[in-house]
């Protein structure tokens, strides 16, 4: 069975860190893309971040580049993501989604169930 | 900036049919920006029910089907059960690599 399980999320100070973690098990997870998507309290869905399978690329929304990190570790089979200078609005449930980023598919086949960072101000 | 449209709401009564659209600020969708779509009910994941505009994910009710309409994506719901109550949202491909999600609509089965 395919599963995603984040975890690393907390309560944190305004302009704090917090890393996300999210292990996959029931695929070969260095062959496939992952990204991060969130959901802000009563908001809809964000995509976040986007990582390739190798690691080697990577894709930022306008809203966390240059203060949020995505990388992997393949031999553990595990997606990370690094958030530096939080915010406010960084306020959500942040979900991991194993991401078909390739043609002619491009969607998020599967999801975890989430982990919520709070950042406090 | 890119913004993706859905419509906030719908009501359907079981058994009836209803259909969300998705659409762009900037111009058409077409299968070209490969329509997905997902559904989330209060407090869960989302759950993937359509990709690349009609290919429903795996074991996904025939209920649910996904096309281009006009200038629009589009999810229609033929059937509605009560446990289809839930949020829907479409996500977009940008050629960039980015993705850009709807914002969402809302259907009420009553």
């Known amino acids: 069975e395919v599963q995603l399980v984040e975890s690393g999320g907390g309560l944190v100070q305004s302009g704090g860190s917090l890393r996300l973690s999210c292990a996959a098990s029931g695929f070969i997870f260095k062959n496939y893309a992952m990204s991060w998507v969130r959901q802000a309290p009563g908001k809809g869905l964000e995509w976040v971040s986007g990582?390739?399978?190798?690691?080697?690329?990577?894709f930022y929304a306008d809203s966390v580049k240059g203060r949020f990190t995505i990388s992997r570790d393949n031999s553990g089979n595990t997606l990370y993501l690094q958030m530096d200078s939080l915010r406010a609005d960084d306020t959500a449930v942040y979900y991991c989604?194993?991401?078909?980023?390739?043609?002619?598919?491009?969607?998020?086949?599967?999801w975890g169930r989430g982990t919520l960072v709070t950042v406090s101000s | 900036q890119t913004v993706v449209t859905q419509e906030p709401s719908f009501s359907v009564s079981p058994g009836g049919t209803v259909t969300l659209t998705c659409g762009l600020n900037s111009g058409s969708v077409s299968t070209s920006d490969y329509p997905s779509w997902y559904q989330q009910t209060p407090g869960q994941a989302p759950r993937t029910l359509i990709y690349?505009?009609?290919v429903r994910s795996s074991g996904v009710p025939d209920r649910f089907s996904g096309t281009i309409l006009g200038k629009r994506a589009a999810l229609t719901i033929t059937g509605a059960q009560a446990d289809d109550e839930s949020d829907y949202y479409c996500v977009l491909y940008m050629t960039n690599g980015f993705y850009v999600f709807g914002t969402g609509t809302r259907v009420t089965v009553l």
């Open positions: 990582i390739g399978d190798s690691g080697g690329i990577t």
């Open positions: 989604a194993k991401d078909r980023r390739v043609a002619p598919l491009w969607y998020f086949e599967v």
């Open positions: 690349n505009t009609n």
